[in-house]
């Protein structure tokens, strides 16, 4: 006896006509809906399809794996997403404010200047956060992904090569932060950032990152503190039901000079070796190599005294010992300044840590 199940068309075997399954009786019986709207009760051993009105055995095979494969990709989409996102170590030592983040994280963490390097996007607030990257393309901006990170966690925009690394040095990321039972506001975040490609290049590029227990290239975007609104904040920006923009220099301001060494809030590290400030030294004397390092020297430590920085690195290496003894010389002249030996372990003997107190110079 051939089996039914509700919305089958059917026929009668022993009278014309027929109608569509409604309802399934028992095992022997269906109610069927036949062409005048009645509900009729009907053994089924009276009953045939209407193949007509049927999908073929070979369309329904196809449907089928069509809707698996669709199932499948949705799956693995979802998959590929989540590999994406991982949790920050916000509790580990030396973890950095909390804020927004770009970071490029290699691959490799042992030969940090060959394989890939991931660009994330850092969260490292007790908000979710809504984000948009995009990058700068000639006079245009390519939107490269959106979408939402959870917080105190990171998401992975892309997994870079070197060979693409100059398409990723300029852009925008726009961030709005959201936050339940708070008694303030965020201020949306738009960020523009622009990396010198050479950066990409050397060690020293990369520090240990408390958040994310890897050596990367970390750049500050905004702290979460900067973007702390109160409700009084919002009342004067709204005019006539319309969100005016406001002038905030620590939600968007204009790149410093220093901005494009920052290794996280407040620091930097300027590597003055002749061949990360100039394209071609042919025909340089020794005297014009030393005069581009140190006001080179000069040009970043005015510009982190002037954007509150609280610690300058300067790699000078090791060689004679004339620019490590010409920047000590002109550190006399800052006031509110300290200086000392930076890290062996990480830079040797040739680099020197300049602490800023203040902004004041005599």
């Excluded at 494969?69 to 590929?80: H, L």
């Excluded at 997994?159 to 690394?165: M, N, P, T």
């Excluded at 303030?184 to 290049?201: D, G």
């Excluded at 620091?267 to 030393?290: C, K």
């Amino acid at each position: 006896m051939e089996s039914f199940k509700v919305g089958d068309r059917v026929n009668f075997l022993n009278d014309k006509g027929g109608g569509v399954v409604k309802k399934i009786i028992d095992t022997r019986m269906v109610e069927v809906e036949i062409e005048d709207g009645f509900n009729v009760p009907v053994l089924m051993s009276d009953l045939v399809l209407d193949f007509r009105a049927q999908p073929s055995r070979q369309q329904q095979v196809v449907d089928n794996v069509q809707k698996e494969i669709k199932n499948q990709q949705i799956i693995e989409e979802e998959t590929k997403n989540e590999a994406r996102r991982s949790e920050l170590r916000r509790f580990a030592r030396g973890s950095e404010e909390e804020g927004i983040y770009l970071a490029f994280i290699p691959h490799d963490q042992q030969w940090l200047l060959t394989g890939l390097i991931d660009v994330a996007v850092v969260n490292n607030t007790p908000a979710d956060a809504l984000y948009s990257f995009n990058l700068k393309e000639e006079e245009k901006y390519a939107n490269i992904d959106y979408g939402s990170i959870a917080p105190f966690s990171k998401v992975v925009v892309e997994a870079i090569s070197r060979d693409d690394i100059e398409h990723w040095c300029n852009g925008v990321i726009q961030v709005v932060l959201c936050q339940d039972d708070t008694d303030f506001v965020y201020h949306p975040l738009h960020a523009p950032f622009s990396l010198r490609t050479s950066r990409f290049f050397k060690d020293g590029s990369y520090v240990e990152s408390g958040l994310l227990g890897e050596k990367a290239l970390m750049i500050c975007l905004s702290t979460a503190t900067a973007l702390k609104g109160s409700e009084t904040d919002f009342t004067k920006l709204m005019k006539d039901g319309v969100m005016q923009p406001k002038a905030n220099k620590d939600i968007v301001k204009k790149e410093a000079a220093i901005d494009r060494h920052q290794t996280q809030p407040g620091e930097a590290i300027v590597d003055l070796h002749i061949g990360e400030l100039v394209d071609n030294i042919l025909g340089m004397s020794s005297n014009d190599i030393f005069r581009v390092q140190i006001n080179y020297f000069k040009k970043m430590l005015d510009s982190a005294i002037e954007n509150d920085y609280s610690k300058v690195t300067f790699i000078h290496g090791v060689g004679n010992g004339v620019l490590k003894n010409a920047i000590i010389e002109e550190l006399k002249n800052y006031d509110n300044t300290q200086n000392r030996m930076a890290s062996i372990s990480r830079f040797g003997v040739g680099a020197i840590d300049v602490m800023i107190q203040d902004k004041v110079r005599s």
